[in-house]
Structure formats: structure tokens, C-alpha cells
């Protein structure tokens, strides 16, 4: 990701667009905004890498950023879909996992790679309320594409936890 | 590109009619799973599956530039024009069926987006690359199923080895190297390259579920890659394709 210090209003704005199904952290913080460009003419190139390739929410971010930067005054914003490198979990900022902790969706431990064999063991994911490592996978699918399901054996909440990817 | 475009998009069409058919397929079982977390567990894989069937067609439709859109090869494509395998279209039958078609294939969809990831052409690898990490998670839980309902109770053992016994015959079918593979060499894969791996793989499965494995020189079906398929595809397509076929200019 390229973050040059003079496109940091439009950085700016981006920050304003949520995940609307995360709707605690941004699509920056989230790691989906691969590059921001600006052609002579004043044109916006946006580079936004989709989480998961069926994620319904893809449409709805691409849109809520075109609209967030057109009534910012960028008229003429051209959003790509970036899929090569593919999105990953790591790509998630400091910040974005913090407020993802804060809001009850435990987040990705480890890097992505370290899942890349079946039957990798789960790794120790720490409950968002009581923050006790004494958790249980329930189910590695969740109420979206990107969580897992899992249970705090000691304040007994389940949570999501945001799954490596 | 030294490959015809008209063969990357006819290869396109055969993942994409894999994907979206098993996809359709699972979705069948929304609101009918044994437990909630494994209706949405079966939802999300039917999501993914969808997910990559869009790319698939998005790719197809570009590829052959003569107007189509990923719509219409989805909904506007009768049966005989579908390459998927047969092993998709089958019904979803008891849980257990359902998970044993469900880890045949995710099996070799993860061997197979393993070696596509390398693929030279840029719109197969990007796409190959992304769904391997999903495909990950879909083949730990079909494969978590095979042990759990094999090393589980009398009945779940001969109802899952039944269910393997049954789809078996359906598995050649997925290492079959037809023409359009030879044609498109160095771009994709030859699927009997890593029929091995995914033998290796069916053998360290079965053998923690304590399943016998069927004789991999058994008779296989075939046919689906070449339009030639089950009578159960007309009927997942009439009820996919039923509304933008009665309606034509339907918008969401
Ligand atoms: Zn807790």
C-alpha cells in the first residue's frame, strides 16, 4: 500500500467509509484500500481489495466510497477492484484491530500464512469482554464471511472472532 | 498471450458452473441444518462458492467479448452447455452425503487453486490465489465431518462410508484431462497432475475416520465436462434460472 502525504484528504474521507458489516472500523483500517491516484485532469483512481470474493457488502463499500468522495467534490473518482496480491488479515492497521476488540469481534491472531495447512490447530484467541485466553472455537463460520464463531470458557459469552485469512 | 481466448473462457465457464452449481446446491440446505452453526457454516461455504463462480464468469464474459454478460451465462445457458462436473449437481441427500460430495470436492478444489495460483495468465492466478484461502477453510470443515461422522457412533460410520461409497464413483471424473486442458497447457493445471495429492489426502482422512477407502480403479462416471449430465442438473437450473428467464428485465 502507497500513502502519499498529499493524497491524505482523500485518505481522509476513505477513513469515514465503514464495513457495514463491521461498522466499527473503516475500509483503511481495514487494509481494502490498495492505492489512491491522481491523474493530471484532477480524475481519482481508488484501489479497493474486496475480503472474501462472495462478501455482499463489496458493492455497498465500492458505493458508499464513490459517495463519500463525490460529496467531498472529487466528481470524477474511477474505483478498481484490486484482486492480485489477494486481501489479507494482516493487512489489518494496529488501530483497526483495537477498535474491532472494543466493539466485541475478537481479532485475527498470528499471520495468515500460518493457516495455509489443513487441520493447523485454532490458535488462542482471547475474549473481547473478560479478555481471558481460555476460549473454545464453536464453529470456524460466523454470522459473516470473515468471522468465526467461538466461546469464552470462563465468562462463557460466545464472540466473532475475526478469522485469518 | 500465447493461449486462444476463446479456450481461457470456455476453461472459465467450467469453474464457474462448478462453483455456482454446488453453490446453488448448498444453499439448499439454508434453514435445514442439523444445528444452527452448521446451517451457516454450509451457507458461507455456499457463499464463497458463489463469490468465485461471479469472478469465474466475470472472466468468461470478458474473455469472449461478444456481448455476454456474467448473467447470462449464468441464467441463459441450458444444461447441455454446462461443463460442471456431475459430482456437483448430485442432490444434497442426508448430512452425511452432503459432506462426503462436499469433501471430494473441496479436496480437489484446494489442489487445484493451488497449482492455478501459478497460473502465467494474471485474471486466473488473482482470482486462484484469493479462493485457496477460503477453500482452506472449506476442506478443514468437510474434512472435520468425514472423521467426526466416521470415528463417531455404529450408524453415523455406516451411514458416512455408504455416502462415500456412493459419490466414489463420481471423483474420476474430477482428474479427467480433456482436450480443453492439453489445449490451454502451461496456463491451468492437467487435473491427473495432482490426483495423487488428493489421493494422499482422501487416504489421511479415512484413515482418522476409520473409513475404508474405495478402489480408485473402480469404475467412474463421466460426462459432465462435456454437457453430457445427470437428470438432477435440469432441475437446479430451472429453479436458479426460473426468474430472469420469466423476467427477463428484473432488477434487484
Ligand atoms: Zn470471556
Not at chain 1, 16 to 35: H, Q, Y
Not at chain 2, 44 to 67: C, S, T
Not at chain 2, 124 to 153: M, N, P
Request: proline share 6%; charged share 25%; glycine share 6%.
Amino acid at each position: 500500500m502507497v500513502r502519499n502525504p498529499e493524497d491524505s484528504d482523500v485518505w481522509n474521507i476513505l477513513e469515514s467509509v465503514l464495513d457495514p458489516e463491521v461498522p466499527a472500523v473503516s475500509i483503511v483500517e481495514l487494509g481494502m484500500v490498495r492505492f489512491v491516484e491522481r491523474a493530471p485532469g484532477g480524475n481519482l483512481r481508488v484501489g479497493i481489495s474486496p475480503t472474501y470474493t462472495g462478501c455482499p457488502a463489496t458493492d455497498v463499500i465500492v458505493r458508499s466510497a464513490r459517495e463519500a468522495l463525490e460529496g467531498a467534490g472529487f466528481a470524477h473518482t474511477e474505483i478498481q477492484t484490486v484482486l492480485s496480491p489477494p486481501w489479507t488479515t494482516d493487512w489489518i492497521t494496529e488501530e483497526g484491530r483495537a477498535k474491532l476488540e472494543a466493539y466485541g469481534i475478537a481479532p485475527p491472531v498470528g499471520s495468515s500464512a500460518d493457516k495455509r495447512s489443513l487441520f493447523a490447530p485454532s490458535p488462542a484467541v482471547r475474549c473481547p469482554r473478560c479478555k481471558s485466553l481460555h476460549t473454545t472455537r464453536v464453529s470456524n463460520f460466523g454470522s459473516t464471511a470473515c468471522k468465526a464463531l467461538f466461546q469464552c470458557d470462563d465468562c462463557r459469552e460466545p464472540f466473532d472472532y475475526f478469522k485469518c485469512l | 498471450m500465447k493461449w486462444a481466448t476463446c479456450d481461457l473462457a470456455d476453461y472459465a465457464l467450467r469453474k464457474a458452473d462448478d462453483t455456482l452449481v454446488l453453490g446453488q446446491r448448498l444453499s439448499e440446505w439454508c434453514g435445514h441444518g442439523p444445528v444452527l452453526e452448521q446451517d451457516i457454516a454450509l451457507t458461507n461455504v455456499a457463499l464463497d462458492l458463489i463469490g468465485q463462480a461471479r469472478g469465474y464468469y466475470q472472466m468468461a464474459a470478458a474473455w469472449r467479448a461478444d456481448g455476454s454478460t456474467e448473467d447470462d451465462l449464468a441464467y441463459r445457458r441450458d444444461a447441455h452447455l454446462y461443463g460442471n462436473h456431475l459430482l456437483v449437481e448430485l442432490p444434497n441427500g442426508h448430512w452425511g452425503d452432503t459432506l462426503a460430495r462436499q469433501f471430494f470436492f473441496d479436496a480437489y478444489n484446494f489442489f487445484l487453486l493451488e497449482q492455478l495460483s501459478k497460473s502465467p495468465v494474471p485474471e486466473l492466478s488473482a482470482l486462484a490465489q484469493k479462493a485457496y484461502k477460503e477453500v482452506s477453510y472449506h476442506a478443514q470443515f468437510s474434512a472435520e465431518w468425514i472423521i467426526r461422522l466416521g470415528d463417531g457412533t455404529d450408524e453415523s460410520h455406516t451411514k458416512i462410508q455408504q455416502s462415500v461409497n456412493r459419490l466414489w464413483a463420481y471423483t474420476g471424473e474430477l482428474f479427467e484431462d480433456t482436450d480443453l486442458d492439453r489445449k490451454l497447457d502451461g496456463a491451468v493445471p492437467l487435473p491427473s497432475t495432482f490426483r495423487a495429492d488428493w489421493l494422499q489426502k482422501m487416504r489421511e482422512v479415512f484413515a482418522l475416520a476409520t473409513l475404508e477407502l474405495p478402489d480408485p480403479n473402480a469404475y467412474m462416471q463421466k460426462g459432465g465436462l462435456h454437457g453430457r449430465h445427470t437428470e438432477h442438473l435440469g432441475y437446479i437450473l430451472a429453479e436458479m434460472q426460473y426468474l430472469p428467464r420469466a423476467y427477463p428485465d428484473a432488477k434487484w
